[in-house]
């Protein structure tokens, strides 16, 4: 069965740029979410992972490999997955697929992981130019940030804290003030994004038992 993974990053963004001709025949899961949160945090995206064994998913089409997200580490991750599920990935900008007669494609595996770090450094530019942005609005004094007595979603947390999540995944994870030196934050917040990947991993081990 062949699906399509559609991303963006708010929800009042189109989404008919990622559709591709052939769509019809594709099943869609469309999440509208930032790309800094982690694709199994993502609803469709855990979605689409719990259904590939009962559906027989052996086809995942997406736009451009940005749609899997801005992180390097778990861009390849998901794509590591996907192979370990049997699942070939297909970039439509790239016209190249994850998998050939069953074995890994290493052109792909090359281009792609030069692409995803293209993107993480787009997305850490946008940020820096956030940073400014608000600072500049701090000092015209025109700054009101979020409003108050709203709440934060765990996802819009964690979604401003990428480089953290990108260390705290990894095989052999640094101490969490080394974390927080790279990341530019309190070892405090290294600590609260930790709890929170925890209490969604929970979450998510309680549902699937």
């Known amino acids: 069965m062949k699906v399509r993974y559609i991303r963006v990053s708010t929800l009042t963004q189109n989404i008919e740029r990622q559709l591709a001709k052939e769509y019809k025949d594709e099943i869609l899961y469309i999440d509208k979410i930032s790309g800094a949160v982690p694709f199994l945090f993502r609803p469709e995206g855990k979605k689409l992972f719990s259904e590939i064994p009962g559906k027989k998913i052996n086809y995942l089409s997406i736009s451009s490999i940005d749609r899997l997200g801005r992180n390097t580490l778990d861009i390849l991750e998901t794509i590591k997955k996907l192979h370990s599920l049997n699942v070939c990935l297909k970039v439509d900008n790239l016209g190249l697929e994850s998998l050939m007669n069953g074995k890994e494609n290493p052109t792909f595996k090359l281009i792609v992981s030069v692409l995803a770090n293209v993107s993480e450094m ?88």
């Open 122 to 209: 787009e997305r850490d530019t946008m940020l820096e130019r956030q940073k400014e942005g608000i600072a500049l609005a701090k000092a015209k004094g025109v700054y009101k940030g979020r409003e108050k007595n709203t709440v934060e979603s765990a996802e819009q947390f964690l979604a401003k804290y990428s480089t953290v999540i990108k260390h705290l995944k990894k095989d052999s994870p640094i101490p969490l003030a080394d974390i927080a030196k790279l990341a530019e934050c309190s070892k405090n917040t290294v600590i609260k994004v930790k709890k929170k990947l925890e209490e969604i991993e929970k979450i998510e081990a309680s549902s699937s038992s």
